[in-house]
Protein backbone atom coordinates (compact mmCIF):
# COMPACT_ATOMS: atom_id res chain seq x y z
CA UNK A 1 0.00 0.00 0.00
CA UNK A 2 1.42 3.35 -1.11
CA UNK A 3 1.85 6.62 1.02
CA UNK A 4 -1.38 8.64 -0.07
CA UNK A 5 -1.86 11.56 1.60
CA UNK A 6 -5.22 14.09 1.32
CA UNK A 7 -5.29 17.31 2.82
CA UNK A 8 -6.39 21.17 1.33
CA UNK A 9 -5.13 23.76 0.60
CA UNK A 10 -4.39 26.38 3.34
CA UNK A 11 -6.34 26.25 6.50
CA UNK A 12 -6.81 29.42 8.15
CA UNK A 13 -9.93 30.74 6.89
CA UNK A 14 -12.26 32.21 9.70
CA UNK A 15 -15.57 30.87 8.05
CA UNK A 16 -14.06 26.97 8.45
CA UNK A 17 -15.17 27.93 12.50
CA UNK A 18 -18.65 26.10 12.62
CA UNK A 19 -18.19 24.27 9.38
CA UNK A 20 -14.89 22.69 10.50
CA UNK A 21 -13.49 23.83 13.50
CA UNK A 22 -15.07 24.03 16.69
CA UNK A 23 -17.60 27.21 17.34
CA UNK A 24 -15.04 29.87 19.61
CA UNK A 25 -11.58 28.39 17.73
CA UNK A 26 -8.87 31.44 18.16
CA UNK A 27 -7.06 31.64 14.43
CA UNK A 28 -3.75 30.69 16.30
CA UNK A 29 -5.11 27.33 17.08
CA UNK A 30 -6.34 26.57 13.27
CA UNK A 31 -3.61 24.71 12.85
CA UNK A 32 -3.32 22.46 15.82
CA UNK A 33 -7.33 21.92 15.05
CA UNK A 34 -6.44 21.15 11.42
CA UNK A 35 -3.44 18.38 12.25
CA UNK A 36 -6.34 16.67 14.02
CA UNK A 37 -8.09 16.26 10.92
CA UNK A 38 -5.37 15.46 7.98
CA UNK A 39 -1.79 14.38 7.31
CA UNK A 40 -1.03 17.32 5.26
CA UNK A 41 -1.60 21.02 4.34
CA UNK A 42 -0.81 23.00 1.58
CA UNK A 43 0.29 26.99 2.53
CA UNK A 44 -0.62 29.62 -0.05
CA UNK A 45 0.60 32.66 1.97
CA UNK A 46 3.85 31.98 0.66
CA UNK A 47 2.43 32.85 -2.79
CA UNK A 48 1.46 36.85 -1.66
CA UNK A 49 4.32 37.00 0.60
CA UNK A 50 7.74 35.66 1.06
CA UNK A 51 7.99 33.18 4.15
CA UNK A 52 10.50 33.33 7.02
CA UNK A 53 12.27 30.67 8.94
CA UNK A 54 11.13 31.87 12.31
CA UNK A 55 7.62 31.44 11.08
CA UNK A 56 7.91 28.01 9.41
CA UNK A 57 9.75 26.87 12.69
CA UNK A 58 6.57 27.82 14.50
CA UNK A 59 4.33 26.31 12.10
CA UNK A 60 5.91 23.13 12.34
CA UNK A 61 5.62 23.32 16.41
CA UNK A 62 2.25 25.05 16.21
CA UNK A 63 0.89 21.57 14.09
CA UNK A 64 2.64 19.16 15.91
CA UNK A 65 4.91 16.14 14.92
CA UNK A 66 2.82 14.52 12.68
CA UNK A 67 1.50 17.27 10.14
CA UNK A 68 3.36 17.62 6.62
CA UNK A 69 3.83 20.40 4.34
CA UNK A 70 3.53 21.57 0.76
CA UNK A 71 4.34 25.32 0.19
CA UNK A 72 3.80 27.39 -2.90
CA UNK A 73 6.95 29.23 -4.09
CA UNK A 74 6.94 33.43 -3.70
CA UNK A 75 4.71 34.90 -6.61
CA UNK A 76 8.61 36.50 -7.26
CA UNK A 77 9.01 33.50 -9.12
CA UNK A 78 6.18 32.63 -10.86
CA UNK A 79 4.06 35.31 -11.54
CA UNK A 80 6.24 38.29 -11.15
CA UNK A 81 9.73 36.94 -12.25
CA UNK A 82 12.41 39.50 -12.57
CA UNK A 83 15.26 38.24 -14.83
CA UNK A 84 18.06 39.92 -12.68
CA UNK A 85 16.53 39.29 -9.29
CA UNK A 86 15.09 36.02 -9.20
CA UNK A 87 18.05 34.16 -7.80
CA UNK A 88 18.19 36.64 -5.09
CA UNK A 89 14.50 35.84 -4.65
CA UNK A 90 15.15 31.93 -4.73
CA UNK A 91 17.88 32.11 -2.55
CA UNK A 92 15.77 34.27 0.15
CA UNK A 93 13.23 31.49 -0.40
CA UNK A 94 15.13 28.44 0.23
CA UNK A 95 16.73 29.85 3.51
CA UNK A 96 13.35 30.93 4.89
CA UNK A 97 11.87 26.88 3.99
CA UNK A 98 15.10 25.22 5.80
CA UNK A 99 13.20 24.68 8.95
CA UNK A 100 10.67 22.18 7.19
CA UNK A 101 13.33 20.82 5.12
CA UNK A 102 15.77 19.53 8.16
CA UNK A 103 12.51 18.21 10.03
CA UNK A 104 11.79 15.47 7.28
CA UNK A 105 8.15 17.58 6.80
CA UNK A 106 8.77 19.43 3.68
CA UNK A 107 6.38 17.46 0.67
CA UNK A 108 7.22 19.92 -2.11
CA UNK A 109 7.87 23.71 -3.07
CA UNK A 110 5.00 24.21 -5.56
CA UNK A 111 5.54 26.48 -8.87
CA UNK A 112 2.19 27.34 -9.83
CA UNK A 113 2.22 29.46 -13.01
CA UNK A 114 -0.06 31.43 -14.31
CA UNK A 115 -1.83 31.08 -17.45
CA UNK A 116 0.11 34.05 -18.71
CA UNK A 117 3.00 32.08 -18.64
CA UNK A 118 3.05 30.25 -22.01
CA UNK A 119 5.50 28.01 -23.72
CA UNK A 120 7.96 29.94 -25.42
CA UNK A 121 11.90 29.39 -25.83
CA UNK A 122 12.38 32.16 -22.53
CA UNK A 123 10.34 30.55 -20.18
CA UNK A 124 11.24 27.25 -20.76
CA UNK A 125 14.87 28.26 -20.41
CA UNK A 126 13.60 30.14 -17.09
CA UNK A 127 12.08 27.12 -15.76
CA UNK A 128 14.97 24.65 -16.67
CA UNK A 129 17.24 27.34 -14.16
CA UNK A 130 14.41 27.54 -11.55
CA UNK A 131 14.34 23.69 -11.53
CA UNK A 132 18.38 23.70 -11.36
CA UNK A 133 18.53 26.06 -8.63
CA UNK A 134 15.84 23.97 -6.66
CA UNK A 135 17.51 20.77 -7.10
CA UNK A 136 17.76 19.18 -4.37
CA UNK A 137 14.72 20.60 -2.76
CA UNK A 138 11.34 18.59 -3.71
CA UNK A 139 9.71 20.14 -6.11
CA UNK A 140 5.89 20.16 -8.28
CA UNK A 141 4.90 22.48 -11.12
CA UNK A 142 1.86 23.50 -12.31
CA UNK A 143 0.37 25.23 -15.54
CA UNK A 144 -2.33 26.98 -15.79
CA UNK A 145 -2.38 27.06 -19.88
CA UNK A 146 -2.61 24.14 -22.05
CA UNK A 147 0.03 24.91 -24.32
CA UNK A 148 2.72 23.06 -21.71
CA UNK A 149 0.57 19.61 -22.07
CA UNK A 150 3.04 18.40 -24.48
CA UNK A 151 5.36 15.17 -24.78
CA UNK A 152 8.47 17.46 -24.45
CA UNK A 153 7.86 19.25 -21.40
CA UNK A 154 6.59 15.27 -19.75
CA UNK A 155 9.99 14.08 -20.77
CA UNK A 156 11.88 16.96 -19.21
CA UNK A 157 10.03 16.63 -15.83
CA UNK A 158 10.41 12.79 -15.69
CA UNK A 159 14.24 13.61 -16.67
CA UNK A 160 14.20 15.72 -13.56
CA UNK A 161 11.98 13.47 -11.58
CA UNK A 162 9.67 16.52 -10.92
CA UNK A 163 6.34 15.97 -10.44
CA UNK A 164 3.90 17.50 -13.22
CA UNK A 165 0.69 18.55 -11.49
CA UNK A 166 -1.89 16.60 -12.14
CA UNK A 167 -4.98 18.88 -11.96
CA UNK A 168 -9.71 19.14 -11.74
CA UNK A 169 -10.59 22.44 -12.89
CA UNK A 170 -12.94 23.52 -15.41
CA UNK A 171 -13.03 22.29 -19.13
CA UNK A 172 -12.50 25.17 -20.92
CA UNK A 173 -11.00 26.60 -23.91
CA UNK A 174 -6.87 26.99 -23.18
CA UNK A 175 -6.56 25.53 -19.39
CA UNK A 176 -5.10 21.63 -19.27
CA UNK A 177 -6.77 18.59 -19.87
CA UNK A 178 -7.25 16.38 -17.43
CA UNK A 179 -4.04 14.31 -17.55
CA UNK A 180 -2.80 12.10 -14.93
CA UNK A 181 0.72 12.01 -16.11
CA UNK A 182 2.99 10.63 -13.58
CA UNK A 183 6.64 12.07 -13.80
CA UNK A 184 8.51 11.42 -10.66
CA UNK A 185 8.12 8.51 -7.84
CA UNK A 186 5.54 11.51 -6.11
CA UNK A 187 2.36 12.50 -7.61
CA UNK A 188 1.17 15.76 -6.94
CA UNK A 189 -3.13 16.06 -7.57
CA UNK A 190 -4.70 19.68 -7.17
CA UNK A 191 -8.44 19.58 -7.38
CA UNK A 192 -9.70 23.15 -8.12
CA UNK A 193 -13.44 22.83 -8.67
CA UNK A 194 -15.42 23.16 -12.13
CA UNK A 195 -16.76 26.42 -11.39
CA UNK A 196 -16.59 27.75 -15.06
CA UNK A 197 -18.84 30.77 -14.72
CA UNK A 198 -16.37 32.69 -11.97
CA UNK A 199 -12.80 31.04 -13.44
CA UNK A 200 -11.88 34.12 -15.19
CA UNK A 201 -13.24 36.70 -12.65
CA UNK A 202 -11.51 38.83 -10.64
CA UNK A 203 -13.16 36.79 -6.89
CA UNK A 204 -10.70 34.19 -6.48
CA UNK A 205 -13.10 33.27 -3.68
CA UNK A 206 -16.10 32.76 -5.89
CA UNK A 207 -13.77 31.02 -8.39
CA UNK A 208 -12.85 28.01 -5.71
CA UNK A 209 -16.60 27.91 -4.52
CA UNK A 210 -17.45 24.64 -5.65
CA UNK A 211 -18.72 21.48 -4.28
CA UNK A 212 -17.77 18.39 -5.77
CA UNK A 213 -20.63 15.83 -6.25
CA UNK A 214 -20.42 12.60 -4.77
CA UNK A 215 -20.32 11.04 -8.28
CA UNK A 216 -17.23 13.16 -9.42
CA UNK A 217 -15.16 12.75 -6.40
CA UNK A 218 -15.81 8.61 -7.06
CA UNK A 219 -14.36 9.62 -10.42
CA UNK A 220 -11.30 11.16 -8.80
CA UNK A 221 -10.64 8.24 -6.73
CA UNK A 222 -10.52 6.28 -9.89
CA UNK A 223 -7.76 8.49 -11.12
CA UNK A 224 -6.01 8.10 -7.53
CA UNK A 225 -6.36 4.22 -7.72
CA UNK A 226 -4.69 4.77 -11.43
CA UNK A 227 -1.98 6.90 -10.61
CA UNK A 228 -1.09 4.33 -7.46
CA UNK A 229 0.17 1.80 -10.25
CA UNK A 230 3.02 4.37 -11.30
CA UNK A 231 3.91 6.74 -8.30
CA UNK A 232 5.08 5.56 -4.83
CA UNK A 233 3.60 8.58 -3.07
CA UNK A 234 0.47 10.66 -3.90
CA UNK A 235 -0.19 14.32 -2.54
CA UNK A 236 -3.72 15.36 -3.17
CA UNK A 237 -4.65 18.84 -2.05
CA UNK A 238 -8.57 20.32 -2.73
CA UNK A 239 -8.32 24.26 -3.34
CA UNK A 240 -12.21 24.35 -3.73
CA UNK A 241 -11.86 25.96 0.22
CA UNK A 242 -14.71 28.25 0.68
CA UNK A 243 -17.04 27.70 3.34
CA UNK A 244 -15.49 24.78 4.06
CA UNK A 245 -16.20 22.59 0.78
CA UNK A 246 -12.69 21.58 0.19
CA UNK A 247 -12.48 19.60 3.49
CA UNK A 248 -15.93 17.73 3.07
CA UNK A 249 -15.01 16.39 -0.41
CA UNK A 250 -11.31 15.14 0.79
CA UNK A 251 -13.12 13.42 3.67
CA UNK A 252 -15.26 11.39 1.30
CA UNK A 253 -12.48 10.61 -0.91
CA UNK A 254 -10.75 9.35 2.02
CA UNK A 255 -13.44 7.14 2.68
CA UNK A 256 -14.09 6.02 -0.87
CA UNK A 257 -10.12 5.45 -0.72
CA UNK A 258 -10.20 3.16 2.21
CA UNK A 259 -13.02 1.32 0.76
CA UNK A 260 -11.27 0.69 -2.36
CA UNK A 261 -8.36 -1.09 0.37
CA UNK A 262 -5.83 1.58 -1.24
CA UNK A 263 -5.92 3.70 1.76
CA UNK A 264 -5.49 3.12 5.42
CA UNK A 265 -8.61 3.98 7.85
CA UNK A 266 -7.08 6.60 10.26
CA UNK A 267 -7.70 10.66 11.24
CA UNK A 268 -10.92 11.79 12.79
CA UNK A 269 -13.98 13.21 10.64
CA UNK A 270 -15.58 16.71 11.49
CA UNK A 271 -17.72 15.83 13.95
CA UNK A 272 -21.80 17.08 14.55
CA UNK A 273 -22.41 17.49 11.02
CA UNK A 274 -19.42 19.71 10.19
CA UNK A 275 -18.63 19.89 6.62
CA UNK A 276 -21.38 17.24 5.84
CA UNK A 277 -23.95 19.94 6.70
CA UNK A 278 -22.63 22.27 4.09
CA UNK A 279 -24.27 24.02 1.54
CA UNK A 280 -24.15 22.46 -2.35
Same mark, same amino acid.
Given at each position: ?11 ? +? ?14 ? &? ?6 ? =? ?9 ? +? ?6 ? =????? =? ?7 ? #? ?103 ? =? ?26 ? &? ?7 ? +?? &? #? ?13 ? *? ?19 ? *? ?23 ? &?????
Amino acid at each position: MIDILIGTSGYS +YKEWVGPVYPEGTKQK &DYLACYAG =LFPTVELNFSY +YRMPDAQN =LAKML =LDAGPGLTF #SIKAHRSLTHEVDSGQWEAEAKTYIKAIEPMLEAGRLEAVLFQFPYSFHYTTENRRYLGELLDYFKGIPSAVEFRGADWCIGKVIDGMKSRGVPLVSLDMPDLKG =LPPTMDVVTAPVAYIRLHGRNKEAWWGK &DEHARYDYL +YT &D #SEVEAIAGRIERVTE *QAQRILVYFNNHPFGKAVRNA *QTLRKLLIKLGILKAEGKEVQDGGA &DSLPS
